[in-house]
């Protein structure tokens, strides 16, 4: 399984964008970035997915480089209610990966 | 379409005594996960089931803990004769299928005492 790494924290204000950088220099060929968001006392929620290059949705955009021992979550014009933990996951996206590893976690605190 | 639903949302429990954790899946979902957090820590894949069959407990403690899927109702997540270190949140996941999304419950959290 490929490790991540990830700040333990982050700050920001509103309306800022905050980019959370995670490595995995281990990632497999096979292996999908997948980033979660966790908000206390919920459930983690799912954020987003690559593979490579960009992947954009109406929450968040993701940027993986060529080489893919990186990537980077941006969210645009945070809020206080993105104040949550942010979890980056590295695996395969069929059979042969059932279980999610989740990391520590980035938790990023948005200010007024 | 709810999501998943866990109950309960709390639950105290003695040490020695017996808990279970109940997970509804999301409709449509044959797939169930349950996952245990610790304070200031990620969730720890425990076990992935289907329906009345357990198709991975890798990440079940050998002792205590089981877990099933009956055709009919809920999954369960048993822990016998608690112990002060099981005290977490418990969160169950479901899922389409294998590989899919993984939608989240709100979690179990257990106090033993």
């Known amino acids: 399984l490929a490790k991540t790494t990830q700040p333990i924290s982050m700050d920001s204000y509103e309306g800022q964008e905050v980019n959370i950088t995670c490595s995995h220099n281990n990632i497999a060929t096979n292996d999908y970035i997948t980033w979660y968001q966790q908000f206390p006392s919920q459930g983690p929620r799912f954020i987003i997915q690559?593979?490579?290059t960009k992947v954009k949705n109406e929450v968040a955009s993701l940027f993986i480089p060529a080489d893919r021992k990186s990537s980077t979550l941006s969210l645009p014009r945070v809020s206080l209610s993105d104040t949550a933990v942010y979890y980056c996951?590295?695996?395969?996206?069929?059979?042969?990966?059932?279980?999610?590893?989740f990391g520590s976690g980035t938790r990023l605190q948005v200010q007024p | 379409n709810a999501g998943v639903m866990q109950n309960p949302r709390h639950l105290v429990r003695r040490r020695g005594q017996e808990a279970r954790l109940r997970c509804s899946p999301m409709k449509g979902h044959s797939h169930v996960y349950w996952y245990r957090q610790l304070p200031e820590e990620g969730l720890k894949f425990m076990v992935y089931?289907?329906?009345?069959?357990?198709?991975?407990e890798s990440g079940m403690p050998k002792e205590r803990f089981s877990a099933e899927f009956p055709k009919e109702g809920p999954s369960i997540l048993r822990i016998q004769q608690v112990v002060r270190g099981d005290s977490a949140a418990y969160f169950c996941?479901?899922?389409?299928?294998?590989?899919?999304?993984?939608?989240f419950g709100p979690g179990t959290r257990l106090t033993v005492t």
């Open positions: 996951l590295v695996g395969e996206l069929d059979t042969g990966r059932r279980a999610l590893t």
């Open positions: 690559g593979y490579k």
């Open positions: 089931l289907q329906k009345e069959n357990i198709i991975d």
């Open positions: 996941a479901s899922s389409t299928g294998t590989g899919d999304e993984q939608y």
